[in-house]
């Protein structure tokens, strides 16, 4: 199965049970979590089904397209469920199924994983999925979300589509990958690995991307017509949270959250102001997923106008 | 109260199941502790006798089987006190309305009170019997109770569930013998149907009866008995190692946690290529153990430890299934290649570069913003092991090359990539280096032997060097912290302060060298003093680093805050071992000074407490004390005291005095403490017979209160005895 038939066959997994297929976000992200489909729809009481692929960026782990297994951008394929359904772990076998592997003839083990992005404010219980000793997913239940309590709870499972691929294909090198049967996974990304770890690492400007840094944050508060309050801290000066803009608000946090990652790989912050480019991106993060959960209450959460009533869910909300 | 204690009939057993998505493996042990723990407390509340208790897990279930259940719950006798006579009864012995509505509470009949004489004078009271209910209606929310009450380090919610669970809970089997209990609880109801392994036995299983639910169970592939899991996992990974010619090299930690990764275990044998051997063998492990959960081989016969044993190219593999071994070894071998082909790269790196090179690396990295960088912690290491006495002397260049090179491998890219490497690599380094010569080899095992003890009960260094770095580096890490007022507050301890000074005392009292630890603080309270706190222009350049140095505490702030500290660790660390008295009266500033003493201070004390000698030194140094706690030692003029019973004392102490401070000095503390019961007990007590201390005359009293003084001291120097007890 080469690497697009494998993505097909996951959409068209994922399509039959119901999910809405999405593209990915069209700003750099460093994976399908920042995307608003998870990170926002994560929020709120509205059910929410969705799946798409998300190339992920990860300015550190560039190797120059040297290393037969890491690449600084790479395909998650995310799928996001919510409320999580009881059977989440079979319904993901039967997507190892559908790909062509059969758990049964294979150790598959849920292997404890808990999930933290203190980016995004965000954390989750679950578990890596190994294959035969390989971890080709990650399966989250979303605990909090820009430090709000996620109710319900957001299933999240993320298929790592290149170690799958090279488990399916056979093959031990990343770029021997066939993307499609006449093309190769080298010929796809070997020189843009090269192209994009030369600039990561040695050629991108860093002090232009600690400026757009502050200016995206800068614009962020703007959007959300944040204000500083008599305490210096940031508050909400915009009332009605119909007149923030959330979404615009929301991209500048992925591109403020993609410059800190950039600044990292090019060694351009020290251990402490690390820690401070990670709480200011927190802080804006938080700012969004508070605006927009105010901003579907206004709007009466819409979706939960056609979803079934949550009685037929045995599990369902108790006194 | 009381419970009914006639013989009831009984159940033969119950069995409760909590299936649920797999339980992260380090909890599963300690949950099924709690669940007996809270099976027993449940069961007691509810008044239902019952036999063992015993419980069963796996990764996929929590289970517990309690025999021998009582039908009902024991009848409860209980007197419940009501108002006194004259307010409960008419003067007829008729109950008033108060009496009569007591009675009705206690859901009795009125002519049921009884008359109970008490201190206060006569109350009515009602004998209250309540016949237990059945077992079977109770026993529901006994489990439920059980169930929502067994403590997660982490618990999460699912779903719309709005109860939390370490995982997903996905059924109950409650079987009471063959019945059902009825039970509901994060919106799942109980049965008698559980599930098989996921994989190999898929579906449900139906359990007719408690008694058949293992082996109901080991028919689907699942050994929900801890115990026999272990034993058969144990036996096929022994086989698996016969068949492939190698030894298990045993791993407690991983062999717990590997149980609760299968429902059934599987052990196969996997092989990498050997000139992966080349590299570090702590390495090697680590790559097998921490990310792949893999157990390492040796081919010798016998096995201590990983660290003597040469590895062989083969690891044994834990797995849940095994329908294709072969299928999954070829894919766990690429996976192990993958990993040690990345291991390898990182060494290759880290190699090309000798280890003083990464050192210089150092500045770069803040230890504590405060505290300044890893090269300001390394200069301060320095500073502390050169007033460090080496018995046989050290050369110094030994030392700075050891203070220098000790953080160094956090700069490679092998420990950035596999922190629990720190201190291996940079020993691995040592050596590739010292194939070209130049490096003392002492420095290599100093650098891995200075991150112990890891934890309480870790074996010590067994090097002076590794004995001296360890306890430079943990010291300089207390002393700064406390000098900059960074303090463990509750369960806040981020730079592990308190198991620091435990470490740095262990090394202190059980390792070779004999050194001062009040010294020692000392030493690195300097050490911060002209290494952090050097002007900034001194400082290394680094970014933003040179700003933020936290004002240092005096030496003597420092040291009060690091005693007090001290103290208190060491009665918590001996409290177990000695009474609290005995530490108290021990803890005394020549503790700090010649840790070695401690012990065997604390040991001749208790052993001298329990001798004939005791009563009277203490009852003389207790006397001494009290008088002289309101005055401080100064000069006085001997020749003042005439009185027989006053020359006597001042002869005596002046003598035991020089004995008992050389066997104090020799830590003979047993025999110290025999010289002052002897000699210096009868002298003190006829002192007290004859002479009246409070004289009119102030230089006399001034004289004699000094002689006191000095009588304190002496016993002082063993141990503090007014503050024993009795």
Not at chain 1, 15 to 25: I, K, N
Not at chain 1, 160 to 173: F, K, P, S, T, W
Not at chain 2, 113 to 121: A, F, M, N, S
Not at chain 2, 335 to 363: I, Y
Request: with cysteine; charged share 25%; net charge negative.
């Amino acid at each position: 199965m080469n690497f697009q038939d494998l993505i097909l066959t996951l959409q068209q997994f994922w399509s039959d049970q119901g999910c809405l297929l999405v593209q990915p976000y069209g700003s750099e992200v460093g994976a399908g979590t920042f995307n608003p489909n998870t990170y926002l729809r994560a929020l709120g009481p509205e059910p929410y089904q969705v799946a798409y692929v998300e190339p992920s960026r990860r300015p550190t782990d560039g190797r120059y397209g040297d290393n037969p297994n890491r690449l600084q951008q790479f395909h998650q394929y995310q799928v996001i469920l919510k409320p999580s359904p009881t059977n989440l772990q079979e319904l993901y076998l039967d997507s190892l199924r559908a790909i062509g592997t059969t758990p049964q003839d294979h150790d598959v083990r849920f292997i404890e994983d808990d999930w933290e992005s203190p980016t995004l404010g965000a954390w989750g219980l679950g578990w890596q999925v190994w294959l035969d000793g390989l971890e080709i997913s990650q399966f989250t239940y979303f605990q909090q979300c820009g430090g709000i309590d996620c109710k319900p709870v957001t299933g999240e499972l993320t298929y790592g589509l290149e170690r799958i691929a090279m488990y399916l294909q056979n093959v031990d090198n990343v770029y021997d990958l066939k993307w499609s049967d006449r093309v190769s996974y080298g010929e796809m990304a070997k020189r843009s690995e090269w192209e994009w770890s030369t600039y990561n690492f040695e050629r991108a400007d860093a002090e232009l991307h600690v400026q757009h840094f502050q200016q995206y944050e800068q614009q962020c508060r703007q959007l959300l017509g944040m204000e500083k309050n008599a305490k210096g801290h940031w508050a909400h000066g915009e009332p009605d949270p119909l007149k923030r803009l959330v979404l615009p608000a929301y991209d500048c946090v992925v591109k403020c959250s993609h410059l800190f990652n950039l600044l990292d790989a090019r060694g351009a912050t020290s251990v402490t102001e690390r820690q401070g480019y990670i709480g200011r991106v927190r802080a804006i993060a938080r700012a969004c997923a508070e605006s927009w959960l105010s901003q579907r209450e206004a709007m009466g959460f819409p979706l939960l106008k056609d979803a079934p009533p949550p009685t037929g869910d045995p599990r369902e909300a108790r006194p | 109260m009381s419970h009914g204690s006639e013989s009831q009939p009984l159940f033969d057993q119950l069995l409760f199941e909590i299936t649920t998505e797999e339980l992260p493996a380090g909890l599963a042990r300690s949950a099924l502790g709690s669940m007996e723990t809270l099976v027993r407390e449940q069961l007691a509340q509810a008044r239902v006798a019952h036999g063992a208790v015993h419980t069963m897990g796996t990764p996929r279930r929590l289970a517990v089987r309690v025999s021998n259940i009582a039908t009902h719950q024991s009848r409860l006798e209980e007197r419940k006190m009501g108002p006194p006579i004259q307010v409960a009864l008419d003067g007829e012995g008729k109950p008033t309305p108060a009496g009569a509505g007591f009675a009705k509470r206690c859901g009795m009949d009125p002519s049921s009170l009884i008359q109970v004489e008490t201190d206060k004078g006569v109350y009515v009271a009602c004998d209250v019997v309540m016949e237990g209910k059945p077992t079977q209606e109770i026993l529901g929310d006994v489990l439920v109770e059980v169930t929502r009450s067994i403590p997660f380090q982490k618990s999460m919610r699912w779903g719309h569930v709005a109860v939390p669970f370490a995982r997903p809970v996905c059924g109950f089997v409650a079987l009471l013998d063959d019945t059902v209990i009825p039970l509901q609880w994060a919106g799942v109801t109980s049965g008698r149907q559980t599930t098989g392994h996921r994989f190999l036995a898929p579906g449900p299983v139906v359990i007719p009866h408690a008694n058949q639910y293992e082996d109901c169970l080991r028919k689907h592939h699942v050994v929900v008995d801890v115990g026999e899991r272990a034993a058969l996992m144990d036996a096929r990974m022994e086989q698996a190692c016969k068949d492939a010619g190698v030894t298990l090299v045993p791993d407690e930690a991983l062999r717990e946690e590997t149980l609760f990764l299968a429902e059934e275990p599987f052990a196969l044998v996997g092989s990498f290529r050997p000139e992966y051997l080349q590299l570090p063998p702590t390495l090697v492990v680590a790559v097998m153990r921490d990310h792949q959960k893999y157990f390492a081989t040796t081919k010798n016969e016998h096995v201590a430890t990983e660290e003597t044993a040469p590895l062989a190219p083969h690891y044994v593999n834990v797995v849940n299934t095994a329908l294709r071994p072969g299928d999954i070894t070829r894919g766990n071998d690429r996976v192990l290649e993958a990993r040690l082909r990345d291991a390898q790269f990182f060494v290759d790196e880290d190699v090309r570069k000798p280890l003083v090179e990464h050192a210089s690396q150092l500045g770069r990295v803040t230890f504590q913003s405060k505290l300044g960088t890893l090269q300001d912690k390394a200069d301060r290491i320095a500073h502390i092991l050169g007033t460090w006495e080496f018995e046989p002397a050290m050369p110094p260049e030994t030392l700075r090359l050891a203070a220098q090179c000790c953080k160094a491998d956090l700069m490679s890219l092998t420990v950035g990539e596999f922190p629990e490497l720190q201190g291996h690599m940079g020993a691995y380094l040592v050596e590739q280096q010292n194939a070209q010569g130049g490096m003392d080899p002492q420095v290599g095992q100093a650098l891995v032997e200075h991150y112990a003890p890891r934890f309480s009960g870790d074996a010590l260094p067994t090097t002076a060097l590794g004995q001296a770095l360890a306890a430079a580096d943990r010291v300089d890490t207390l002393v700064g912290c406390f000098a900059v007022g960074l303090r463990p507050t509750g369960s806040a301890d981020p730079f592990a302060l308190r198991r620091a000074i435990l470490g740095l005392w262990r090394i202190a009292t059980e390792g070779s060298q004999s050194f001062s630890v009040r010294a020692l603080c000392k030493a690195a309270h300097d050490a911060h003093r002209l290494i952090t706190q050097r002007p900034a222009t001194q400082q290394v350049a680094s970014k933003g680093d040179g700003k933020s140095k936290g004002q240092l505490a005096s030496w003597e702030d420092t040291w009060a805050l690091v005693e007090a500290f001290l103290d208190s660790r060491l009665r918590a660390y001996y409290g177990d071992r000695f009474a609290p008295d005995i530490i108290d009266a021990c803890l005394t500033a020549d503790a700090w000074a010649q840790p070695k003493g401690l012990l065997a201070r604390m040991e001749a004390l208790t052993a001298f407490r329990a001798g004939p000698g005791a009563e009277k030194l203490t009852v003389a140094h207790k006397r001494a004390f009290n008088l002289t706690k309101k005055s401080h030692v100064e000069d006085y003029d001997e020749q003042l005291l005439k009185e027989p019973a006053e020359v006597a004392l001042q002869q005596v102490v002046t003598r035991v005095g020089r004995t008992v401070t050389q066997q104090a000095q020799a830590l003979d503390f047993a025999g110290a403490l025999d010289s002052l019961a002897r000699e210096l007990s009868g002298p003190v007590d006829e002192f007290f017979e004859q002479i009246f201390v409070m004289s009119e005359d102030e230089g006399l009293r001034h004289a004699r209160l000094q002689l006191l003084h000095r009588v304190v001291n002496t016993i002082g120097q063993v141990a503090r005895l007014e503050r024993l007890g009795g």
